[in-house]
C-alpha cells in the first residue's frame, strides 16, 4: 500500500494499491521533488470515470510502468472532486499547452508546481497518434534532466499565461436587456431543432441554459431539449435520474456515471418547466429524478454521495443495458455493444418497478460516497424545491436533514466516514446558500434564512477581489498555488461567482442592501462582453442578469407557509421575485408586518413599497 491508504477519497483509495509511490497533494510531494530534483507527475481524475480506470489497468498497475515513474518522478494523485482549484488550474494549462482537455489528466510539474507539459489519457502502446505511457516518461525524464533550461523556460510560459488568464477586468458598459437577447440569438444558431441541445455530440444536459429559456420565454428549445433528454439513454428510463452526457447527437448513448450534480441541477430544471410549460411529463421526470436521488445516493449521515461508476465488474454501463430475453418490451430496445441493449421510451409502472427489481439482482456500479458540499447544496435546493411544489413530505424530511448537516461553520469541501477535508471553496459557499434559502421557503422556518446569509456574507468576507470585482475560488490566506483562479464560467454546473452573485442579489432585495447588489453586479460586470458570445459556459451569471434587470418584486409572507395563501403566493414560476416568511423583525423585508385579522397574509412589495396585504389566494390565481 501506498501513501493513499490514508485518504478518505474512494477515488485515491482506489489507487493505494497501485505499484506506483503515489503521494496525495501537499507539501511533503513538493519538498522530495526539490531534494531530489525531480519533475512532479500529477495524475487528476475522479471516482466515475471510466477512462481513469482504464489507464490505471493499463498503466498504473503495470510493474514496469511504476518503475519508471518510482524512478523519473515524484507522483501525485488528486481527486478532482477534492480539489477543485488545482484540477481547474493545471487543466488550464492542459488545454494551453494542447489545445483539449479530459480526465484522467496528466501533467508534469517543476518542483515549484510551474506545468510544462500535460494531456490526458495516454495508451499503454502507441496508438492513434499518442506515444505510449512509457514512451512518455521516459522523454519527459530524458528533457528535464538534459534540457532543464528549456523546461523551465516552458513552465515559466505556462504560468505567465495561467496568471494573465485569471486577471479579468470588468467592462464599463452598460448591463442591459440587450445582452440577454442576443445571448438567445446566439442559442439560436447552436440549436439542434431534431434533437434538442446546442452544438453536435457529445452533449452535456445545459440545465443552465435551458433555466434562462424558461426565463426568457422561449420555449421551443427549451422543451425540444428537455424532451430529448428524457426520452431515454441518457435518461434512465428505469430507475429515474440522468447519466452524465451522451455520446451522440440523439442523447441515446450516455456515458453512463451519474452524477448527483447533474441530477440535482437536471431535477430543478424540469420542476420549472413543469409549472411553465404545465406538461405533466416534466413533473414525472423531475419526481423521478429526486426520487432516484434519495434512493440511491442519499448516505447515512443525510448527505448525498458524489456520483456512481460508470463501469461494472470493469464493463462500461452493464447495470444498465439490457438483453432481448429479460423481459424487456421489444420496441423500446436500441443497440448498444456486446449484444446488450439500451431502453428508449415510456414503461408503464408495472413493467418499470419489474425490470428496477431485476436490475436489483445484478452487480451494482460503485459509489462515492463522499459528500460534497458544493454539490449538496444543489441537492438540498432540489429536495426543498421539490418538497415544496410537489407537496412532498418525505423529501422535504430529506431536504430538512441535510441542509443541519450543511449549515456548519467553518464549511467543509468534503465529508466521509466522519471525517472531513478541505476549507470549502466558493462554490461551496454558494450552493449552500442557495439550498438554504430553497430550504427556508419550503419550511418557511426563519433560521435557514439567516444561515443563508450568514453563508453568502462569510464568502464576501473569504473570497471578494476588492481590486477588479468578483470572487476567487479559493480563499484569502489559503494554500498559494502558482496562479490564483477565479470561476467564471459553468462547467457543467453554475460557476461559483454566478451562484453567488445570484444568491447576494437575492439577500440584497430581501434586506434592502444596496452593498450585497453591488457585489453582485460587480460579477456581471466580469463576464459582460463574453456572456452573449458564449451563453452555454455562462447561462447562469445570464440568469442572474434577467434578475439584476427585472424590477424587483419581494413578497413578505407572514403566517404559516402551509397556508393557502403562501402557496398561492409561491405557486407560479418568478425567478424574478423575492421571498421570505415571518414574522420576524430581523428581516427588513417582514420587519412590522403582522397577521391581518389572525389570518396569514401576504405583502407584495417593489423596494419595499408595499401593497395593502393579501389574505385571499385567488389574489394570486394569474401568478
Request: glycine fraction near 8%.
Amino acid at each position: 500500500m501506498n501513501r493513499l491508504a490514508h485518504e478518505t477519497s474512494p477515488y485515491l483509495l482506489q489507487h493505494a494499491g497501485n505499484p506506483v509511490d503515489w503521494y496525495p497533494w501537499g507539501d511533503e510531494a513538493f519538498a522530495r521533488a526539490r531534494v531530489e530534483d525531480k519533475p512532479v507527475l500529477l495524475s487528476v481524475g475522479y471516482a466515475a470515470c471510466h477512462w481513469c480506470h482504464v489507464m490505471e489497468d493499463e498503466s498504473f498497475e503495470d510493474e514496469e510502468t511504476a518503475r519508471l515513474m518510482n524512478e523519473l518522478f515524484v507522483s501525485v494523485k488528486v481527486d478532482r472532486e477534492e480539489r477543485p482549484d488545482v484540477d481547474a488550474l493545471y487543466m488550464d494549462a492542459v488545454v494551453s499547452l494542447t489545445g483539449q482537455g479530459g480526465w484522467p489528466m496528466t501533467v508534469f510539474l517543476t518542483p515549484e508546481g510551474a506545468p510544462f507539459f500535460g494531456g490526458t489519457y495516454y495508451p499503454p502502446e502507441p496508438r492513434h497518434g499518442l506515444p505510449s505511457f512509457r514512451q512518455l516518461l521516459v522523454a519527459i525524464g530524458e528533457a528535464y534532466r538534459d534540457r532543464k533550461g528549456d523546461v523551465t523556460e516552458q513552465a515559466q510560459t505556462t504560468v505567465d499565461a495561467l496568471r494573465q488568464g485569471a486577471a479579468r477586468t470588468p467592462s464599463r458598459e452598460p448591463l442591459d436587456r440587450g445582452l440577454v437577447s442576443e445571448a438567445v440569438r446566439t442559442l439560436r444558431r447552436q440549436f439542434d431543432p431534431e434533437w434538442g441541445g446546442f452544438g453536435h455530440a457529445p452533449k452535456f444536459p445545459p440545465a443552465s441554459a435551458i433555466e434562462l429559456l424558461l426565463r426568457t420565454g422561449d420555449l421551443d428549445m427549451a422543451t425540444v431539449t428537455l424532451d430529448g433528454m428524457a426520452s431515454g439513454g441518457m435518461w434512465d428510463v428505469v430507475g429515474g435520474g440522468f447519466h452524465r452526457y451522451s455520446v451522440d447527437e440523439e442523447w441515446l448513448v450516455p456515458h453512463f456515471e451519474k452524477m448527483l450534480y447533474d441530477n440535482a441541477l437536471l431535477a430543478s430544471t424540469y420542476l420549472h418547466a413543469w409549472i411553465v410549460v404545465g406538461t405533466d411529463r416534466y413533473r414525472e421526470v423531475a419526481e423521478r429524478t429526486l426520487d432516484y436521488m434519495v434512493r440511491e445516493l442519499r448516505l447515512p449521515s443525510g448527505g448525498f454521495a458524489s456520483s456512481q461508476d460508470a463501469d461494472t465488474d470493469g464493463v462500461e454501463g452493464l447495470t444498465y443495458t439490457w438483453t432481448e430475453d429479460e423481459g424487456v418490451p421489444p420496441d423500446a430496445l436500441r443497440p448498444f455493444e456486446h449484444g446488450r441493449s439500451i431502453i428508449r421510451g415510456e414503461l408503464d409502472d408495472e413493467t418499470r418497478a419489474r425490470l428496477l427489481g431485476v436490475r436489483a439482482e445484478r452487480l451494482q456500479p460503485a459509489l462515492d460516497d463522499k459528500v460534497i458540499a458544493s454539490w449538496n447544496g444543489l441537492a438540498l435546493a432540489a429536495l426543498a424545491e421539490g418538497a415544496r411544489r410537489l407537496r412532498r413530505d418525505d423529501l422535504l424530511g430529506a431536504a430538512r436533514t441535510l441542509g443541519e448537516l450543511l449549515d456548519v461553520e467553518p464549511l467543509w469541501r468534503t465529508l466521509r466516514s466522519g471525517r472531513t477535508k478541505f476549507p470549502a471553496y466558493l462554490d461551496d459557499y454558494a450552493n449552500v446558500s442557495h439550498g438554504l434559502i430553497e430550504l427556508h421557503l419550503a419550511t418557511g422556518e426563519l433560521r435557514w434564512l439567516l444561515a443563508a446569509r450568514r453563508t453568502a456574507l462569510r464568502a464576501v468576507e473569504l473570497f471578494s477581489d476588492p481590486a477588479s470585482g468578483g470572487f476567487f475560488l479559493t480563499p484569502t490566506g489559503g494554500e498559494q498555488l502558482v496562479a490564483r483562479r477565479k470561476e467564471l464560467e459553468d462547467t457543467p454546473t453554475p460557476s461559483g461567482n454566478a451562484m453567488l452573485a445570484n444568491v447576494l442579489l437575492r439577500l440584497a432585495r430581501i434586506w434592502g442592501d444596496d452593498d450585497l447588489e453591488r457585489l453582485a453586479a460587480g460579477v456581471l460586470r466580469l463576464v459582460r462582453d463574453v456572456m452573449p458570445r458564449a451563453p452555454a459556459a455562462f447561462g447562469w451569471a445570464l440568469c442572474t442578469l434577467d434578475l439584476y434587470l427585472a424590477p424587483p418584486r419581494e413578497l413578505a409572507i407572514v403566517g404559516a407557509v402551509e397556508s393557502e395563501v403562501a402557496q398561492a403566493a409561491l405557486r407560479g414560476f418568478n425567478p424574478e421575485s423575492v421571498a421570505a416568511v415571518g414574522p420576524s423583525d430581523d428581516v427588513p423585508l417582514l420587519e412590522g408586518k403582522t397577521l391581518v385579522d389572525g389570518l396569514p397574509a401576504v405583502y407584495v412589495c417593489e423596494r419595499f413599497a408595499c401593497r395593502a396585504p393579501v389574505t385571499d389566494p385567488g389574489a394570486f390565481a394569474d401568478s
